[in-house]
């Protein structure tokens, strides 16, 4: 009973490297969302997905991609790391709306 | 749109006193209403969620809120708070009736137990 996964947990980037965090879950759900979360201002949704090979762009997309070619994995990738980008991020998954959303333990990642 | 506000980013209780978190939310529609735990270093936990039915819901950890759509508010009270209630507390706000499932935040709620 995985839940949602996320790799890693802890990351130190130098600022234009690229990398992506991965996310997994195992429960088969529809919908799945990537957050960051930064002192003061909750969470703010990056990107999401409401299927297999379906994304749309949240409330703060810019300097991020993602992708999901299968119902399981959601990575989000940064292509040009910004000290901005300096931040935790989270995975979330769902099954529908009124479900609620499964979080992940977080990705925290600093940018120097 | 929506949003949410969330009323006092530090609140103390008491160890036993009454814990009241407050929410207030915007909504074009409908709303569905969740909150959320988050203990140090831990992803967010669902409490309880409001969908539809009745407007007084109960959660886990003796936790419960009420949907009161006149004042726009959905509140998060415990009767007697417990050590293991201090934590960071988020209410969340979706348009789920509309089938768009997406969740938007208030900045949180730090909730410290004095023993």
């Known amino acids: 009973n995985a839940g949602v996964t996320q790799t890693p947990k802890f990351q130190v980037l130098k600022t234009g490297q690229s990398m992506t965090l991965q996310c997994a879950q195992d429960?088969?759900?529809?919908?799945m969302s990537w957050y960051r979360q930064d002192p003061g201002m909750g969470l703010r949704l990056i990107h999401y997905?409401?299927?297999?090979?379906?994304?749309d762009q949240g409330e703060v997309p810019n300097g991020y991609n993602v992708s999901r070619s299968t119902t399981e994995d959601f990575p989000l990738r940064l292509l040009s790391a910004a000290p901005s980008q300096t931040s935790v991020y989270f995975c979330a998954s769902s099954y529908m709306g009124s479900y609620g959303y499964t979080f992940g333990s977080g990705t925290r990642l600093t940018v120097v | 749109a929506q949003s949410v506000t969330q009323l006092g980013s530090h609140v103390s209780v008491s160890e036993g006193a009454l814990v009241l978190l407050r929410c207030n939310y915007s909504s074009s529609v409908p709303p569905y209403l969740f909150w959320y735990v988050q203990y140090p270093n831990q992803g967010l936990q669902l409490l309880l969620k409001?969908?539809?039915?009745?407007?007084l819901v109960k959660g886990i950890n003796g936790f419960e809120a009420e949907f009161k759509k006149s004042e726009t508010s959905f509140h998060l009270t415990k009767p007697s708070a417990h050590m293991s209630d201090a934590a960071e507390y988020f209410c969340?706000?979706?348009?789920?009736?509309?089938?768009?499932?997406?969740?938007?935040f208030g900045t949180g709620t730090r909730l410290t137990v004095i023993p």
């Open positions: 997905s409401v299927g297999a090979g379906i994304t």
């Open positions: 969340a706000v979706s348009e789920g009736q509309t089938g768009a499932n997406n969740l938007f």
């Open positions: 409001y969908t539809t039915g009745a407007t």
């Open positions: 429960m088969n759900h529809e919908y």
